[in-house]
């Protein structure tokens, strides 16, 4: 026990080096998380590690996607939902075609449900491992917004996929009716289960005297309820984890208090930064397993057909992308779509190119049942893992070590938001100024203005991004300052609202301002009693 809680953390504090490492040569920490556990697994003497898929499933993908949600816009995703519900479905299942066809008829002994099988694991890209390349260089918002709501979806449909092909190949038959009629219930009741859940959990916030340490601590909760509620009830707790968080995200000034916001941004971003790490060097870790389940299958030939279904993943991708501009080009002339100009051939190429496969497709394939229904073995199970496998490693270095060459080689302009960030920041800084401003102009007379009181909340106003600057507040200038902040944070939320072309991130960012200045006065107490 001892042994294993010691080695444990000794690959805690790797993942925690190589990711510095990765910081400091810019290189996405996936890639270099993935070969340290490979180089790790051939260390003599050291245990064999095995990649539980209820381990992935259940404990590391529920937290990780709610947080991706959490991060994510509403506003920019509703804006582009036509090409990511392309991308998250329509692709996903073009590409489990394609991977189906291939294997059936250049892999011996592959039939097409083992295809589709095949296609389903290995179709969805890794959220994780294109965010962390994209952050070395400066891509257009409706990029990374396109990627973001694209990850938040392709592991349900692909995870779809993967059930109904199990199913064909354990039974020998495939029933179309059936299917989609599971196929309905599953996105559905996936979506049903969040936005129950996730109204539930509103209420509990609201009606239960919580504090920030309680806010935090169902936060943490609520994916792993809306992801086992959505499985139990045979639907996709994807979905489910998804709709909840996108749910909960919009509702967050309503619930929360600026404390909770402020104390669950630095509790979620520490435990998404570890569970990244452990699940990366854990696909490494686990080679030395897969490889010896290959069992007689020829080495050699297994890498083969590995990098075969590599290039079609790839291959299939980038078509797609420059097939749903082609659809979006000529679809602009029936329906109003968010971009009416041709985005050229830089766009599809580079948005083709950001496929890599991460660590539920490996937990996809090592789910695959050992036994069919009728005892057995399962035909395939380890060529599938391995192939899985290898996809996974090319990937992560051939495109994840390319892309951000790639990009900025491509001199991509953002067309959506060219306002440069200071300006819109400079702007909001003055319509904040304003509120502050009307509000001591309506509610107190020209003498009262000149008191004390609101001369302490006027100095600190003008003064507040400087921190060696303190100021004495007694409670009624107190409480000046905190009805200001309400109103700021509220007039920002409208503006973000009521104005398509404002940059949400930018809005989120004043509004953490905010909090943490609302935050700053209740922790320093730098005021005075009456």
């Known amino acids: 026990m001892e042994t294993n809680v010691l080695l444990f953390l000794v690959l805690l504090l790797v993942v925690v080096g190589i990711i510095m490492l990765a910081k400091k040569i810019q290189v996405a920490y996936p890639v270099l998380l993935v070969f340290a556990g490979l180089l790790i697994s051939f260390i003599p003497g050291m245990p064999k590690m095995e990649l539980e898929p209820e381990l992935i499933f259940v404990i590391f993908l529920p937290p990780i996607l709610y947080e991706a949600a959490w991060a994510s816009s509403f506003k920019e995703l509703f804006k582009w939902r036509r090409i990511i519900l392309s991308f998250a479905f329509i692709v996903v299942f073009v590409t489990a075609v394609g991977v189906a066809s291939v294997s059936y008829l250049l892999i011996p002994g592959f039939t097409l449900a083992l295809g589709f099988l095949l296609g389903g694991i290995v179709s969805p890209p890794d959220a994780v491992s294109a965010n962390s390349i994209t952050k070395f260089v400066k891509i257009p918002k409706r990029f990374s917004t396109i990627l973001e709501g694209e990850s938040l979806l392709n592991d349900a449909s692909s995870l779809i996929i993967m059930q109904f092909a199990i199913i064909a190949v354990t039974t020998g038959e495939f029933d179309v009716q059936d299917a989609s009629l599971r196929f309905l219930w599953m996105i559905l009741g996936g979506v049903g289960c969040g936005f129950l859940l996730g109204w539930l959990f509103l209420k509990l916030h609201k009606m239960l ?26 639907s996709s707790g994807v979905l489910s984890v998804v709709v909840g968080g996108l749910f909960l995200s919009e509702k967050r000034y309503e619930f929360l208090s600026s404390a909770s916001r402020v104390r669950s941004i630095n509790v979620w971003e520490s435990l998404i930064f570890l569970l990244n790490g452990i699940v990366f060097i854990l696909i490494g870790l686990d080679l030395p397993q897969i490889t010896e389940g290959l069992g007689e299958t020829n080495l050699y030939e297994a890498i083969g057909y590995g990098v075969l279904i590599t290039a079609v993943v790839i291959l299939v991708r980038i078509l797609s992308s420059f097939g749903a501009v082609g659809v979006t080009l000529i679809m602009r002339n029936f329906i109003t779509v968010a971009d009416r100009n041709p985005p050229g051939k830089k766009v599809p190429l580079i948005l083709g190119w950001t496929g890599m496969r991460g660590v539920v497709s490996l937990a996809a394939a090592l789910s695959i049942p050992i036994y069919l229904e009728n005892g057995e073995v399962f035909p395939q199970r380890n060529l599938i893992l391995f192939i899985t496998f290898i996809v996974i490693l090319l990937t992560l270095t051939i495109q994840g070590l390319t892309l951000p060459y790639i990009i900025k080689k491509a001199k991509l302009r953002e067309l959506d938001y060219p306002q440069p960030d200071e300006e819109v920041e400079n702007f909001l800084e003055r319509e904040l100024h304003k509120i502050a401003l009307d509000y001591m102009q309506h509610n107190f007379s020209e003498s009262e ?18 921190e060696d600057k303190e100021f004495q507040f007694n409670t009624k ?16 939320i409208n503006l973000n609202k009521s104005t398509p072309t404002l940059n949400e991130d930018i809005v989120r960012r004043k509004i953490m301002i905010l909090d943490y200045q609302e935050e700053r006065m209740e922790l320093k107490k730098n005021w005075i009693s009456d």
């Open 209 to 234: 005297p919580t504090d920030a340490d309680i806010d935090v601590i169902l936060t943490l909760i609520a994916p792993y309820l809306m992801y086992i509620l959505a499985e139990e009830v045979h």
């Open 477 to 492: 200038s107190k409480e000046m300052y905190l009805q200001i902040i309400e109103l700021q944070r509220g007039h920002l």
């Open 449 to 466: 203005r000149r008191g004390k009181n609101c001369q302490s909340v006027m100095g600190y106003l003008q003064e507040q991004l400087k």
